[in-house]
């Protein structure tokens, strides 16, 4: 499979010009209150995920130096995830409703806690949102070790070349260093200028490392606190991992002329499931909507929904939506196609290089 481009028919060109579509899907969503703030789910959130770390800390230092605390590695895997997922909606400013105390919990909850720069990630995924799976725009599609694009995965050799031939296969153990992955690029960020407010950022992020390490390497002997590290960044990374790839990996990829409400709906996927999905995902299930609308409080997605889809069935916009498991195959079958290529190209190479007389 390669990139694909968003569809347009001529009567959907006809409306792009005017926006009109959005805007009567946004008046729906407006008259249902749904961008109204949500203070006591936020509330009640922000708190367990606090328990939830205070919880998981506290632990750590009460069972000591055991082979035991990798199941606390385990629980405070989840946790850092959940914190990322909260800073997420504090970069939309789905909590609060002015700008500053959303970013002074967002550098305490990125930062300090999890150990990424709160003003890099927010950057970067302000362009993701403003042109989602676009190959030249959208960072979170930028070939970097995986490849997104088939005009990307031909001429790369090495390490790079290879993963790209495997990516697919390799995608759930690549996951594993997401975490390490947040942390180096934050610090490029830091040092080349892209993060606001470098010092302070960078004050917190190095007291999140001294105050992480130390806790591991006082409290455990030094194999337990290198092996609570890996198993509990390796998992960090994979759940985090986990909670994005279903949303834009293998959908189509826009040329940078459709309108907003195209541009948002036919380059995402939702996710099918419960609350416990919900919650797993911090809301992310509905790709859709909260592309469409940044920030409506993640309660409010799951309403939103059934109005959203109903609307694009209306003006003939195609909206994905498929189950969890369905979602990670669809993005590992894609991975797959991109690679098709970089394969085939590796396969030539050898025959290439033999003299023409030999061959």
Known sequence: MTSTTVPTTTSARSRMTSGSDFAALSRRISAEGLMQRR?????????????????????????GPSWWQLLTASFLAVTFTQVALVAHDLAHRQVFRTKRPGEVAGRIAGNLVIGMSYGWWMDK????????NH????????????????????????????????QAALFFPLLTLLAVDLKVSSVKALRNGTAKRPRLEGSLLVLHAVGYLSALFIVLSPLQALTFLLVHQALFGVYLGMTFAPNHKGMPHPTGDED?????????????????????????NYQIEHHLFPGMPTPNLRKAQPIVQAYCAEIGVAYEQTGLIASYRQALRYLHDVGAPARAEHAARPEMQRPASDR
């Open 39 to 63: 203070p006591a789910y936020y509330l009640v959130r922000l708190s367990v995920v606090t328990l939830m770390l205070l919880g998981g800390w506290s632990a750590f230092f009460l069972v």
């Open 125 to 132: 995924h302000t362009r993701h949102h403003n042109n989602p």
């Open 135 to 166: 190959d030249d725009l959208d960072p979170d599609v930028a070939p970097e070790v995986l490849v997104w694009a088939t005009r990307s995965a031909l001429g790369r050799r090495g390490l790079k070349g290879f993963i790209t031939r495997h």
């Open 260 to 284: 907003y409400l195209r541009k948002q709906v036919l380059t995402s996927r939702n996710v099918r499931g419960g609350r416990l999905t919900d919650a797993a995902l911090g809301g992310l």
